[in-house]
Protein backbone atom coordinates (compact mmCIF):
# COMPACT_ATOMS: atom_id res chain seq x y z
CA UNK A 1 0.00 0.00 0.00
CA UNK A 2 2.86 2.45 0.69
CA UNK A 3 4.10 1.27 -2.70
CA UNK A 4 1.22 2.84 -4.47
CA UNK A 5 1.71 6.29 -1.80
CA UNK A 6 4.64 6.87 -3.56
CA UNK A 7 3.66 6.37 -6.89
CA UNK A 8 1.13 8.60 -6.54
CA UNK A 9 2.97 11.47 -4.64
CA UNK A 10 5.29 11.56 -7.38
CA UNK A 11 2.64 11.71 -10.26
CA UNK A 12 1.01 14.42 -8.30
CA UNK A 13 4.80 15.81 -7.67
CA UNK A 14 5.57 16.00 -11.21
CA UNK A 15 2.37 17.14 -12.64
CA UNK A 16 2.63 19.63 -10.31
CA UNK A 17 6.24 20.50 -11.48
CA UNK A 18 5.62 20.14 -14.88
CA UNK A 19 2.93 22.94 -15.12
CA UNK A 20 3.20 25.33 -12.09
CA UNK A 21 6.75 25.44 -11.63
CA UNK A 22 8.17 26.44 -14.63
CA UNK A 23 5.77 28.67 -15.26
CA UNK A 24 6.82 30.63 -11.67
CA UNK A 25 10.14 30.50 -12.27
CA UNK A 26 9.25 31.83 -15.66
CA UNK A 27 7.61 34.78 -14.36
CA UNK A 28 10.05 35.77 -12.01
CA UNK A 29 12.82 35.37 -14.93
CA UNK A 30 10.66 37.66 -16.68
CA UNK A 31 10.24 40.32 -14.48
CA UNK A 32 13.65 40.09 -13.65
CA UNK A 33 15.21 40.85 -17.05
CA UNK A 34 12.41 43.26 -18.28
CA UNK A 35 13.60 45.52 -15.12
CA UNK A 36 16.88 46.80 -16.85
CA UNK A 37 18.92 44.82 -14.82
CA UNK A 38 20.25 42.69 -17.92
CA UNK A 39 20.57 44.25 -21.46
CA UNK A 40 19.14 42.31 -24.23
CA UNK A 41 23.16 41.72 -25.72
CA UNK A 42 24.02 40.13 -22.71
CA UNK A 43 21.03 38.26 -22.28
CA UNK A 44 21.66 35.68 -24.86
CA UNK A 45 23.70 33.45 -22.95
CA UNK A 46 27.11 34.72 -21.54
CA UNK A 47 24.78 35.70 -18.61
CA UNK A 48 21.84 32.98 -19.15
CA UNK A 49 23.94 29.87 -19.49
CA UNK A 50 25.36 30.17 -15.85
CA UNK A 51 22.67 31.25 -14.25
CA UNK A 52 20.24 28.64 -15.71
CA UNK A 53 22.80 26.08 -14.72
CA UNK A 54 23.19 27.23 -11.09
CA UNK A 55 19.47 27.62 -11.18
CA UNK A 56 18.93 24.23 -11.56
CA UNK A 57 21.37 22.58 -9.41
CA UNK A 58 19.97 24.91 -6.53
CA UNK A 59 16.53 23.86 -7.78
CA UNK A 60 17.29 20.02 -8.11
CA UNK A 61 19.85 19.16 -5.04
CA UNK A 62 16.89 21.14 -3.01
CA UNK A 63 14.14 19.49 -4.27
CA UNK A 64 16.10 16.28 -3.30
CA UNK A 65 16.56 17.17 -0.03
CA UNK A 66 12.84 18.05 0.17
CA UNK A 67 12.08 14.24 -1.03
CA UNK A 68 15.15 12.78 1.35
CA UNK A 69 13.68 14.90 4.35
CA UNK A 70 9.86 13.94 3.77
CA UNK A 71 9.26 10.67 1.83
CA UNK A 72 12.63 9.02 2.60
CA UNK A 73 13.62 9.87 5.64
CA UNK A 74 11.83 7.07 8.12
CA UNK A 75 10.87 3.95 6.62
CA UNK A 76 10.26 0.59 7.52
CA UNK A 77 13.37 -0.98 5.57
CA UNK A 78 15.77 1.69 5.71
CA UNK A 79 18.21 0.24 2.94
CA UNK A 80 15.79 1.10 0.66
CA UNK A 81 15.01 4.61 1.85
CA UNK A 82 18.67 4.88 1.47
CA UNK A 83 18.75 3.65 -2.08
CA UNK A 84 16.09 5.83 -3.07
CA UNK A 85 18.01 8.59 -0.59
CA UNK A 86 20.96 8.35 -2.68
CA UNK A 87 19.25 8.26 -6.36
CA UNK A 88 17.38 11.58 -5.50
CA UNK A 89 20.79 13.05 -5.88
CA UNK A 90 22.10 11.16 -8.95
CA UNK A 91 19.12 11.87 -10.55
CA UNK A 92 19.88 15.85 -10.06
CA UNK A 93 22.83 15.34 -10.73
CA UNK A 94 21.49 13.77 -14.43
CA UNK A 95 19.39 17.05 -14.71
CA UNK A 96 22.00 19.08 -14.34
CA UNK A 97 24.23 17.28 -17.03
CA UNK A 98 21.11 17.09 -19.27
CA UNK A 99 20.47 21.15 -18.40
CA UNK A 100 24.00 22.15 -19.59
CA UNK A 101 23.64 20.15 -22.81
CA UNK A 102 20.70 21.77 -23.66
CA UNK A 103 21.92 25.27 -22.87
CA UNK A 104 25.14 24.42 -24.78
CA UNK A 105 23.81 23.87 -27.71
CA UNK A 106 21.14 26.70 -27.66
CA UNK A 107 20.83 30.66 -27.00
CA UNK A 108 18.08 30.48 -24.35
CA UNK A 109 16.45 33.76 -24.75
CA UNK A 110 12.70 32.62 -23.84
CA UNK A 111 11.96 32.95 -19.52
CA UNK A 112 9.42 29.87 -20.39
CA UNK A 113 12.40 27.70 -21.67
CA UNK A 114 14.89 28.61 -18.52
CA UNK A 115 11.69 27.90 -16.34
CA UNK A 116 12.01 24.82 -18.32
CA UNK A 117 15.43 24.19 -18.02
CA UNK A 118 16.00 24.69 -14.47
CA UNK A 119 13.19 22.48 -13.41
CA UNK A 120 14.71 19.36 -15.49
CA UNK A 121 16.73 18.46 -12.49
CA UNK A 122 13.58 18.36 -10.09
CA UNK A 123 11.84 16.08 -12.70
CA UNK A 124 14.93 13.68 -12.75
CA UNK A 125 15.29 13.52 -9.00
CA UNK A 126 11.88 12.97 -8.28
CA UNK A 127 12.11 10.42 -10.84
CA UNK A 128 14.88 8.54 -10.02
CA UNK A 129 13.95 8.36 -6.00
CA UNK A 130 10.69 7.49 -7.18
CA UNK A 131 11.66 4.55 -9.24
CA UNK A 132 14.27 2.94 -7.12
CA UNK A 133 12.32 2.75 -4.11
CA UNK A 134 9.35 1.45 -6.13
CA UNK A 135 11.56 -1.36 -7.23
CA UNK A 136 13.32 -2.61 -4.25
CA UNK A 137 10.11 -2.32 -2.33
CA UNK A 138 8.44 -5.48 -1.30
CA UNK A 139 4.82 -3.98 -0.31
Same mark, same amino acid.
Given at each position: /????? =? ?11 ? !? *???? +?? *?? @????? %? &???? /? $??? #? !????? $? ?12 ? @???? #? /? &?? =?? !????? &?? +? ?8 ? !? ?8 ? $??? +? $???? %? ?10 ? %? ?9 ? @? ?9
Amino acid at each position: /MKKWL =YISSLIFFISTDS !Y *AFPQ +LV *AG @GVATW %T &NSGI /M $TSG #L !YAGII $TSPIVLVGSGIAGF @GAAK #L /M &ND =YW !YNDCE &NQ +LVCDIASLNT !YAGATVGIII $TAI +L $TSYA %TVTSSIVIGALI %TVPIFTAAVAG @GISYWWFTDS
